[in-house]
């Protein structure tokens, strides 16, 4: 993995939330270090929801490889570069999802969109499985909260109304 402009270290909150009314919602994750630093990472929603597959594909093919017995001791996880009280925001373009076999923890990338460096992550974290799993249920939650789906072409609806008129399998 490659070194961030913001390493977080291992973090022990993470938080996905969403914004604004189904339909015209924003979304982001909220990271927060031991040290009172923040970042928040706006995702777009097929982002967020994308980022809780590889998050559970990640976790789940690590589990079956090699399941893990070790205990780790928080002064033993990679350190944060980051000064006290810092925060950071930024609109999200991609990111990355792995495992680092030596500290036992998995970590995310989040990379800016308006940054012309594509090799250098904007911000990272380190954390274990049970939080990247909770990370991961909780984007599934954020995402499926929005308009309730048509149930013959899965389109969502424009609000509570119905719209099988517009439904293009009705037709």
Known sequence: MSNAEYDFGQVSKLSVESI?????RTFHVIIESTNQSSAII????????????????????????????SIKHFED???????PNLQVEFKASELEVGYDKDSDLYFVSFFDINEFDIDTPKVNFYTDGDIIDRLAEDSFSVCAAGRPLCPLCLIPTKDSSCIWEECFRKN
Not at 20 to 24: C, F, I, L, S, V
Not at 46 to 53: C, G, I, K
């Open 42 to 69: 706006w995702l777009e929603k097929e982002q967020l929801f994308n980022m809780a597959v590889a998050l559970k594909r990640t976790v789940s093919t690590i589990e079956v490889e090699s399941p893990s017995t």
């Open 20 to 24: 604004g009314e189904p339909g015209q």
């Open 77 to 83: 996880q990679p350190p944060s570069n980051i000064a």
